[in-house]
């Protein structure tokens, strides 16, 4: 995909703050939207997911948002932690057919 | 519970040597498998897919071959490397339908000198 060739977008914030990381989808039909942590060195791992019957979903100091109006998608981390430091992406899915990944961020925190 | 292994989880190999990295699951039964590429600072290329035992997709032509003799298992390839097939190496699997969630190995960083 277009976004293999780009570097990561970065997002630096203070430790304690909110972290606001945006994607912008492709397929205005997709009906399953993911959002994954990759730490360095090792896999992405799964964070929080929603599916676009929904507009936000809420987990543990996470949030993830969507509007499908103008096709975006955020994640929103609550008191934000040295440990949040990782490069964040979201995949989208449309009828049960494979996930397409975004470029990915990455979120660095400042003690 | 299901489990996805790679091997070997680092490598350094010469230029025009071949390249074999190795992924099996435990625990699940026909899951649809993936293999993606990381090239440093940058995100996943998917390179191909599998849905069942000989069934291999390439979203890529490159020099990479994929093979599945195994349901669970899921081996990448590669007769003679090249410099640029330096990358993280990333294995993935999901069920066959019902769940999108893709299942991620730990990885292989592979440096081609």
């Known amino acids: 995909g277009e976004s293999v060739g780009l570097h990561l977008p970065t997002l630096s914030v203070q430790e304690g703050d909110n972290s606001i990381i945006n994607c912008a989808y492709s397929?205005?039909?997709?009906?399953?939207f993911i959002w994954y942590k990759q730490e360095s060195g090792k896999g992405p791992q799964f964070i929080i997911d929603?599916?676009?019957?929904?507009d936000k979903r809420q987990g543990q100091r996470v949030t993830v948002l969507l509007n499908k109006t103008v096709k975006h998608l955020s994640l929103q981390i609550a008191a934000t932690q040295p440990g949040d430091s990782a490069v964040y992406f979201c995949?989208?899915?449309?009828?049960?057919?494979?996930?397409?990944f975004g470029a990915g961020t990455r979120l660095t925190v400042k003690p | 519970s299901q489990t996805i292994h790679q091997w070997p989880a680092t490598l350094v190999q010469p230029v025009g040597s071949p390249l074999s990295l190795e992924c099996t699951v435990e625990?699940?039964?026909?899951?649809?498998l993936y293999w993606y590429r990381q090239a440093a600072g940058r995100g996943l290329q998917l390179l191909f897919y599998?849905?069942?035992?000989?069934?291999i997709s390439s979203e890529v032509p490159q020099n990479l071959s994929a093979s599945r003799p195994q349901d669970r298992q899921f081996i990448l390839s590669s007769k003679k490397l090249l410099l640029s097939d330096s990358g993280f190496y990333l294995c993935?699997?999901?069920?066959?339908?019902?769940?999108?969630?893709?299942?991620f190995g730990p990885g292989t960083r592979l440096t081609v000198t």
């Open positions: 993935a699997w999901r069920t066959g339908s019902g769940v999108y969630e893709q299942y």
């Open positions: 397929n205005s039909a997709s009906d399953y």
């Open positions: 929603i599916r676009s019957n929904m």
């Open positions: 995949a989208e899915s449309y009828n049960n057919n494979d996930m397409r």
């Open positions: 625990g699940t039964s026909n899951p649809n």
């Open positions: 599998s849905v069942g035992i000989g069934q």
